[in-house]
């Protein structure tokens, strides 16, 4: 089923039902230009949709990379098994299906069951608007084919050292800074929408003023914002004020754009800004991304350094601004910011589309 999109399946009516589909995870060779390429969870939830027995998504990474990670859009269980295999097998699979049909057995064992999770949260309350939170988050729990180095051990290493930086030198802020490790991220967001659906239930929503969500991120050289056009301009001096104090700092710094499946997805959602660090480290890192090779050994202790030390100066600037560069937006607003950001039909296929019918 070519990237395994919609418009593979709409091409090929009543292919998939009753079948094991194989799908590309990566966009197929000779896609359409300004093709969107969608998650594996919202490919696996196209092929729950037009009928699929089963589905095997192959990986885009060569030389024998194994991928994990979970292929539910809304954290339960699929109805379907959906695994993923290699780049060499799904190819070649891909080119004996050329030549005829065949027939295939997937079977999956599984154990699943509840279990008590904990997001870890410190809190430095604000010295004048200790009612107005800033966020910085980024998820704890990782996949057991390594170690979780790269995904998400450099976050979570970032926000544990930018607590104890802030406590180690005793930075105060106007506003309440929040540090907070979620869980269950790698799952569906378990932790952020338990966060924020506790948030809402207790009326407390409006004091998130800010979200930055350090996932990935390591060796930041800018940040951006989101895709709020309106912050870019306190981004660009705050990043001019981090390089004048150190030139390692390049500010690669704009709006940028909003994308999902991380913990600040349902801040976005519902309007709140969100922002994150542009990470500069090789690209043969992020090849391990999910996969039997993120391990310790991928990692460089200065990319922890300045991942660290950059994100603090910044977190202390937005703390004490006079003004926030970017507010809290109303439902019409946030419903266009996601339709602008071409957001929508991930979103919708994910359940997560909070305007039904529209």
């Excluded at 194994?66 to 891909?94: F, H, Q």
């Excluded at 005829?100 to 309350?125: C, E, F, W």
Aim: charged share 25%.
């Amino acid at each position: 089923m070519g990237s395994g999109l919609e418009e593979d399946y709409l091409a090929n009516p009543g292919k998939a039902k009753g079948k094991i589909v194989l799908a590309s995870l990566w966009l197929s060779a000779g896609s359409k230009p300004g093709t969107q390429n969608l998650h594996r969870s919202e490919k696996t939830a196209l092929a729950i949709k037009y009928g699929a027995k089963g589905i095997m998504l192959f990986n885009g990474v060569k030389n024998g990379v194994l991928l994990t990670g979970t292929a539910s859009v809304t954290g339960k269980l699929n109805p379907i098994p959906a695994v993923c295999i290699t780049n060499e097998d799904g190819l070649r699979l891909r080119e004996m299906l050329k030549e005829k049909q065949y027939h295939a057995k997937l079977s999956m064992d599984n154990h699943s069951g509840p279990i008590k999770a904990r997001n870890v949260i410190a809190t430095l309350p604000g010295t004048k608007y200790p009612n107005e939170k800033i966020i910085v988050c980024g998820h704890l729990d990782s996949w057991d084919l390594a170690t979780g180095a790269t995904d998400n051990g450099l976050g979570s290493f970032a926000i544990v050292d930018m607590a104890r930086t802030f406590k180690k030198l005793n930075l105060k802020t106007e506003r309440t800074i929040e540090f907070v490790l979620f869980m269950g991220e790698e799952q569906g967001l378990l932790g952020s929408r338990a966060y924020v659906a506790d948030a809402i239930k207790k009326k407390s929503l409006d004091q998130v003023k800010y979200v930055f969500n350090f996932d990935m991120s390591a060796n930041a050289i800018g940040f951006t914002a989101g895709g709020r056009k309106e912050a870019e301009a306190f981004f660009k001096s705050t990043g001019e004020a981090i390089k004048a104090i150190d030139t390692v700092f390049q500010n690669k710094t704009s709006a940028g754009g909003a994308g999902l499946h991380s913990d600040h997805q349902p801040f976005m959602l519902q309007g709140i800004p969100t922002a994150t660090s542009v990470t500069n480290i090789p690209s043969e890192v992020f090849r391990c991304y999910h996969a039997d090779c993120d391990d310790i050994n991928l990692i460089n202790r200065s990319w922890m350094v300045d991942q660290v030390r950059f994100s603090t100066m910044f977190l202390y600037a937005i703390g004490n601004a006079a003004e926030l560069p970017a507010k809290r937006m109303d439902d019409a607003t946030t419903k266009q910011f996601l339709i602008d950001n071409k957001l929508k039909e991930a979103l919708q296929i994910a359940g997560d589309w909070r305007w039904k019918g529209e």
